[in-house]
């Protein structure tokens, strides 16, 4: 129908929505871990976001930085920068903690973000 919206629809067998949900569940020590991972990445603003979102894009393409602008519509060397920008900004370089963390923000967003 026109002008009517359409919401996303997630299933719990989608990927990382099994374990988010798990640390939906106290979101309390899941704040604080997403903290610890992201550092500034983990402020609720529009710049973080947008270092986030480059982020997950960026190891959901193999850490292709070509793969990544393609799909973000953007410049490589804009990813490049970016990608090498949140990668200083983060806590850690454990990738595995960097994808759960990024999927974190992207499910539960605000309830885990701090304000900036």
Known sequence: MPGSLVADVVGFGDRGVAVVSRLARDLEFTRAWVHEILGPLAEDSANAAVLRETLSVYFATG??????????????????????????????????????????????????????
């Open 63 to 116: 850490e292709s930085h070509l793969h990544t602008a393609e799909r973000l519509n953007l410049h490589r060397n804009t990813v490049k920068y970016r990608v090498d920008k949140a990668m200083r900004d983060t806590r850690t370089t454990d990738r595995l903690d960097l994808a759960l963390a990024l999927t974190v923000c992207a499910f539960l967003g605000a309830e885990v973000l701090a304000q900036a």
